[in-house]
């Protein structure tokens, strides 16, 4: 329930309500945190059930991104925004376009971008009304589809748990278990497999298991459930989230757990518990950081090379955060945590003197 104690404690700054009822529009944005810079997150669409379902997720992603961009050295605090509706019923151009007037009046605190079941036809609705939203079509200046770049950073993380387990970063005759043949999987299965390693891979859809064929041709499918049972080096979740789970933990034969799925651990005990087993567990709230990252630098004019700079940093933080975990004897997701958490405080802390900034509340007199 949304009470002002729960938002104090979590820190959440602001959460608005927009409601049209000329369009059916009914979203909720969480601003979690703009420390660092405006709050950044995708808008998803979602039937949900109550208003209460709604608050839950969109606090709960909100303050996710702000971990997300803190630890990725992005200047953007946190933010996410839900519509409440059946995405295949209720989407229409008014509903998009309001919601992008809505958006506006929140004076860029707030940018949004796609979301779950929210598409770049969508966003160009938003777009119509506020320039606060990013993930927009090229042929706008935007950056396009952020899978790739969401991959590239999946396997930067992959490389650099491997140099902190077998001492060398390459893949190269490591046998990889990729769950979710998306995307992502698609794209980081090419890479995997371009950089000498072993792809096992499942999904559930047909069409995306033959795409995934096609584009890593060496790669062997799995059963659904036999990808945690596989002998491998590994584990890539890159379909669900919380799949490491008291059900799976034991099942799992690989040295890491590395991939693109939001939130793959399902309560913060199983990563002490990979810890105890000895399996490295890559943030993955930092690596799958590159998809944000891409759309991130759509303000300052969006290039395939500034992409990859930034994305190819993530081997650089994964590596810093494996050091902060032995320094600290503490889980990885933890030492991610505490990096961000840091980063945040040391900005919020600055005491800069007084620097005569006023001259824009009193246009046209000389303040100083
Ligand atoms: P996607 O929808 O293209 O692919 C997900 C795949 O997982 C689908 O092929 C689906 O059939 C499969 N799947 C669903 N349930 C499954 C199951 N039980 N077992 C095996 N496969 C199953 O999504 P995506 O864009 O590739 O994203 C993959 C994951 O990465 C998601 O969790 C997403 O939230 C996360 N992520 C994506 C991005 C991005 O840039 N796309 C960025 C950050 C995080």
């Not at 933010?79 to 992008?100: H, M, N, Q, T, W």
């Not at 096609?214 to 379909?239: L, M, Q, R, W």
């Not at 008291?246 to 309560?267: P, S, Y």
């Not at 190819?312 to 955060?321: A, C, E, L, Q, V």
Request: with cysteine; net charge negative; glycine share 10%.
């Amino acid at each position: 329930m949304l009470t002002f104690d729960r938002l104090y404690s979590e820190g959440h700054e602001e959460v608005v309500f927009f409601s049209d009822p000329s369009c059916n529009l009914k979203a909720i944005v969480a601003i979690h945190d703009t420390t660092l810079g405006p709050a950044l997150g995708g808008t998803r669409m979602w039937p949900y059930a109550s208003i209460d379902d709604a608050v839950e997720d969109v606090l709960r992603l909100s303050k996710g991104m702000t971990y997300k961009a803190a630890v990725s050295g992005l200047n953007l605090g946190g933010g996410k925004a839900v519509i409440i509706g059946d995405p295949k019923e209720d989407k229409s151009e008014a509903l998009f376009r309001s919601y992008g007037r809505y958006l506006e009046s929140l004076n860029g605190r707030y940018i949004t971008a796609e979301d779950v079941n929210i598409g770049v036809e969508d966003i160009e609705h938003v777009f119509t009304e506020t320039s606060n939203v990013v993930g927009v079509a090229k042929i706008h200046g935007g950056s396009g589809n952020p899978s790739p770049y969401t991959a590239r950073g999946v396997f930067k993380g992959i490389e650099a748990s491997c140099n902190k387990v077998y001492g060398d970063r390459s893949v190269k005759g490591k046998v990889v278990a990729l769950q979710g043949a998306g995307s992502v999987g698609r794209n980081l299965g090419s890479y995997l497999e371009k950089a000498g390693a072993k792809v096992l891979f499942t999904d559930i859809n047909e069409t995306n298991i033959e795409l995934f064929k096609e584009k890593v041709p060496t790669s062997e499918f799995v059963g659904v459930d036999d990808i945690y049972d596989v002998n491998c080096d590994i584990y890539a979740p890159c379909a669900l989230g919380a799949t490491v789970n008291d059900k799976t933990i034991d099942r799992l034969k690989c040295k890491i757990v590395a991939g693109a799925a939001n939130n793959q651990l399902a309560e913060s005990r199983h990563g002490d518990i990979l810890k105890e087993k000895g399996i490295l567990y890559a943030p993955d709230y930092l690596i799958n950081a590159g998809g944000l990252m891409n759309v991130s630098i759509e303000f300052e004019g969006w290039s395939d090379e500034k992409a990859i700079r930034m994305v190819d940093s993530i081997y650089d933080t994964t590596m810093k955060i494996f050091k902060l975990s032995d320094e600290e004897n503490v889980a990885v997701h933890k030492a991610t945590d505490m990096l961000a958490e840091k980063r945040i405080e040391s900005i919020r802390n600055l005491k800069g003197g007084y620097l005569g900034n006023l001259r824009h509340r009193f246009p046209g007199r000389k303040v100083r």
